[in-house]
């Protein structure tokens, strides 16, 4: 089983992949893994307050263990108490609560979906259940990446795979045009070693040119804005089919290998779009009802 690396909070603020957190990680300490209590006094520094959608302030609890009522689960006491369970000395809870530092609108909304689904049959007593909405949003909070791009021709180049066009041919206009963002905790531990195939799953978000000549806090707190209201919007993120693949190591600027127009030419990492079953058995679509 490999190891997790050890707390080094220089190698991380070198990291371009987690740009997005530095603010975060600038704040805690060089030495020792961050605990449950400097992840507190952290939040304890923000004004105005990190709160969740029911209006209690944010905190970071120890994570129970054995069998729970529904109200005592992870999404409803994070919406009730406004209690994030967190274990010590894991780099995946440390991670999601550095991208609630970062994204603390967005982080609450994704709690107050899950809450929505788990309680939208008005029995808190059942046990926790699964559909589409809790899916995409498990998806987008545990692998998200943020695409903000004001280009809409690379954004259809993304939808599309078209992988060298868009992070080689199309480079120095997505370093103009285009940002990642990772939004997803797992995808950060993810990027703490990372390997040829990790993926994230991309939500684009529209802005205008303007926002890449601003300073990274004014970026974050208007993506956290943008990705909030897609959120809070009942008709957004009910399939996962709402996200695109990312592969995050082709990002131009994210690696020193992808530096070479032959690093893109790696089809088990730049795939192509998978064919819909119609596209891949044309003869067995359904036959044309216009008369003749």
Request: include cysteine; hydrophobic fraction near 35%; charge should be positive.
């Amino acid at each position: 089983m490999k190891s997790s690396p050890k707390w080094d909070k220089e190698v991380l603020l070198n990291m371009p992949s987690f740009g997005p957190l530095h603010p975060g990680i600038h704040r805690m300490g060089s030495r020792e893994f961050p605990t449950l209590q400097d992840c507190n006094a952290l939040l304890a520094a923000y004004e105005p307050p990190i709160t969740v959608h029911s209006g209690q302030p944010l905190c970071f609890v120890p994570q129970e263990y054995g069998k729970l009522p529904l109200e005592a689960q992870y999404e409803p006491r994070c919406y009730l108490k406004g209690e994030v369970p967190t274990r010590e000395n894991n780099w995946h809870d440390l991670l999601n609560a550095l991208v609630w530092f970062t994204f603390p609108k967005s982080k609450a909304a994704i709690n107050l979906r899950h809450y929505r689904a788990l309680t939208e049959t008005g029995d808190m007593n059942t046990k926790s259940r699964r559909g589409a909405v809790r899916d995409t949003n498990t998806l987008l909070d545990e692998s998200g990446v943020i695409v903000a791009c004001a280009n809409d021709m690379l954004s259809d180049l993304l939808r599309n795979f078209q992988w060298k066009e868009l992070f080689w041919q199309r480079r120095a206009r997505v370093k103009s045009d285009m940002g990642f963002y990772l939004f997803g905790h797992g995808l950060y531990e993810k990027a703490l070693s990372p390997y040829l195939g990790m993926t994230g799953q991309g939500l684009i978000l529209p802005v205008e040119q303007a926002f890449f000549t601003w300073p990274r806090q004014r970026q974050m707190a208007h993506l956290d804005d943008l990705l909030s209201n897609h959120l809070l919007a009942p008709e957004h993120c009910r399939s996962t089919r709402e996200l695109t693949p990312v592969p995050v190591l082709g990002i131009p600027g994210w690696t020193a290998e992808n530096e070479n127009a032959a690093y893109y030419a790696n089809t088990d990492y730049f795939r192509a779009a998978r064919t819909s079953r119609a596209q891949r058995n044309p003869l067995k679509t359904a036959p044309s009802s216009v008369a003749g």
